[in-house]
């Protein structure tokens, strides 16, 4: 029988009254009077704007971002919302999260900084999207369908309204998110289905399988050709060359296998253009830079850089001290997404498009001027390196923290973060130069994958304890929990509008969430 707990004594019920009778303190908290000077410099250090002094009272992040695009003589139509990092002088510290103007002067005087008034404090301020994505909070849809577990969800660049997956029964599906129903079956594969991009464009899907086959499809469910022949084991990972790239409207993609190739395919024709060789080892992920450059991790505890246009090996990132998992690139975003983006303005000429997608890329791999694409590796060490190939081959960071295998990593479309997710239960969050922020605790088995929001500003991970979560990233804190799955979680994705997470695992449905 469950314990039942005692009433109240006499007493306990006596001091709760008293406690009802007494008026509760709710003066506001003393903020102290006076100004700070502030210094405003962009990510690479260059000032914005004059030094100004900003009344203590009145330093709440919402009002400094306002007195920025003020100072910068913008329109209110044209106000960029802004994220600020404090420096503080003669010191390498900084401060990540901005303090309530109460806390301020604490945190300043926390970090040595006796009389704030007195010295000039520099902000850096990080542009954040001008759009808004709300946190999932509910699920819409759970579809039926697939006959075994769920591996793979991605969905398409043109719209949120269609949503691919790949599974276990041999099949890829194309599902139509807005009636949550099924709306094509991709058969033809006689393995599972264990990788699948869209195209940039958003007009094609490609699908890689256990019968070490790649296969093209159109948006309405069709093959396209014939399958592509020539690897020896199973496809592990595919990749499609950034939009702005395509000569003459041939796209061309990259598949890596289990055989140690990866081979890149002309896919108007299916013929092989190059075979990359060179691992010694499973390839288990492949990505397809904007500067023409090809990434591949492998079992064999290397990352190769190879150069795509002549299928040549550039350099080995070899630092990893066993298997590589994931790799994923700063840039990954705007070259998945290419020319769509939150205006809905798509250009109608190909040169037009291919313009779009270049100022965009360019746009996101720019530091101090200069394109510089980052890469991420996740392995088996529990470790993850960060890499500027065109540097050098040394890592520019080792990212240290997880107590298990690294499973998935991704950089934040905004290039600001990196979020590791791990066999520690864990997602733990790093920013651009690889500098350790918080860890994410909430799930209580291994994290199979996680998604950013098209405007960074929400996080939500897959596990195998059968939820989603999504989490704040200005407070870090967990926003929604989204339980729903009957098994392991092990594909998801946000649609790159917003409005909608899809994911799928062992329970062999779809599930769409919306806010």
């Known amino acids: 029988m469950a314990t039942v707990a005692p009433p109240p004594s006499k007493r306990q019920r006596r001091e709760a009254l008293e406690r009802t009778q007494i008026q509760q303190d709710v003066t506001p908290p003393v903020i102290e009077a006076g100004s700070f000077k502030a210094r405003f410099i962009d990510n690479d250090g260059n000032q914005l704007a004059d030094t100004i002094e900003v009344p203590l009272a ?57 009389n704030p008034f007195e010295t000039t404090i520099t902000l850096a301020a990080e542009p954040q999207a001008v759009f808004k994505v709300q946190a999932v909070t509910r699920m819409s849809n759970r579809i039926p369908g697939h006959g075994e577990a769920i591996l793979a969800a991605q969905f398409s660049p043109k719209t949120s309204g269609l949503l691919a997956t790949g599974s276990g029964d041999n099949t890829a599906r194309i599902w139509n998110t807005d009636s949550g129903t099924p709306k094509y079956t991709l058969k033809g594969h006689t393995g599972w289905v264990l990788a699948l991009a869209w195209s940039p464009a958003g007009n094609s899907l490609a699908t890689g399988s256990m019968d070490k086959t790649v296969r093209i499809w159109d948006e309405s469910g069709q093959a396209v050709g014939k399958p592509f022949n020539g690897h020896a084991k199973w496809i592990t990972s595919i990749a499609w060359q950034p939009f702005h790239l395509w000569r003459d409207d041939t796209p061309k993609l990259a598949s890596a296998s289990k055989d140690a190739t990866i081979r890149i395919w002309i896919v108007n024709t299916g013929r092989t253009e190059h075979v990359l060789s060179g691992h010694k080892g499973s390839v288990s992920c492949v990505r397809w830079g904007g500067t023409d450059l090809i990434y591949s991790a492998s079992q064999d505890k290397t990352v190769k850089v190879w150069d795509a246009v002549n299928g040549t090996l550039k350099y080995t990132l070899a630092s990893h001290a066993h298997w590589v998992n994931h790799l994923a690139l700063s840039t990954d975003f705007v070259l998945r997404t290419a020319f769509y983006d939150h205006t809905k303005n798509v250009p109608t000429t190909t040169e037009e498009k291919r313009a779009k997608a270049k100022e965009r890329f360019e746009k996101a791999a720019k530091q101090q001027g200069k394109i510089a694409e980052r890469v991420i590796s996740a392995s088996d060490d529990f470790t993850m390196y960060l890499w500027d190939p065109e540097q050098g081959t040394k890592p520019l960071a080792r990212l240290l923290g997880h107590q298990k295998q690294v499973n998935h990593v991704l950089f934040s479309p905004d290039g600001s973060l990196i979020a590791s997710s791990s066999w520690d239960n864990s997602i733990k969050l790093w920013n651009r130069d690889g500098k350790f922020l918080t860890t994410l605790r909430a799930h209580v088995a291994p994290v199979y994958q996680s998604a950013f929001s098209a405007d960074s500003r929400l996080l939500v991970s897959g596990s195998r304890d059968t939820t989603l979560k999504v989490w704040d990233m200005r407070s870090f804190k967990l926003s929604v929990d989204l339980p729903g799955h009957e098994d392991e979680v092990y594909a998801l994705d946000w649609s790159l509008d917003g409005r909608l997470v899809g994911s799928g695992g062992k329970d062999k449905a779809v599930r769409l969430w919306r806010n």
Do not use: M, Q
């Open 58 to 114: 009145d330093a709440t992040e919402k009002n400094v971002s306002l007195l920025l695009n003020t100072l910068l003589g913008r329109d209110r139509e044209e106000f960029t919302p802004y994220r600020f990092r404090i420096h503080i002088s003669g010191s390498d510290t900084v401060i990540d999260n901005y303090p309530t103007p109460s806390e301020f002067l604490a945190v300043l005087r926390k970090h040595g900084i006796e």
